[in-house]
């Protein structure tokens, strides 16, 4: 069972920018989001999708900005962000929850976790 984030970088704010999860190892059971943490803050979810049936969750702090998808037979989920904003800084995590529990967002829930990547928003 694996999770790679990729696709991180610098952009201005109002930007876009999408984010790839490769995974390896999961059921049409689980589901995968993706949290951000900044230095001195915890870990929040803010996006998450069922691989079964695409059910979405967004944060507040997200929605109507970010969509979250899936395309199974890659098995990557996507994070695609548009009008970013200099607080979507951060480095970006996908992680998984493996069983059908549905616990995503819950940060401390969450099996399985990928190496982040940054995603920096700044003029």
């Known amino acids: 069972v694996q999770l790679q984030a990729y696709g991180g970088g610098s952009v201005q704010p109002g930007g876009s920018l999408t984010l790839s999860c490769a995974t390896s190892?999961?059921?049409?059971?689980?589901?995968i989001g993706w949290f951000r943490q900044v230095p001195g803050k915890e870990r929040e979810g803010i996006a998450c999708?069922?691989?079964?049936?695409?059910?979405?969750y967004y944060a507040n702090s997200v929605k109507g900005r970010f969509t979250i998808s899936r395309d199974n037979a890659k098995k990557t989920v996507y994070l695609q962000m548009n009008d970013l904003k200099p607080d979507d800084t951060a480095v970006y995590y996908c992680?998984?929850?493996?069983?059908?529990?549905?616990?995503?967002?819950?940060?401390?829930?969450?099996?399985?976790w990928g190496k982040g990547t940054l995603v920096t928003v700044s003029s």
């Open positions: 190892g999961f059921h049409l059971d689980d589901e």
């Open positions: 999708i069922t691989l079964r049936d695409g059910n979405t």
């Open positions: 992680g998984a929850d493996v069983g059908g529990n549905f616990y995503c967002p819950s940060v401390h829930a969450m099996d399985y």
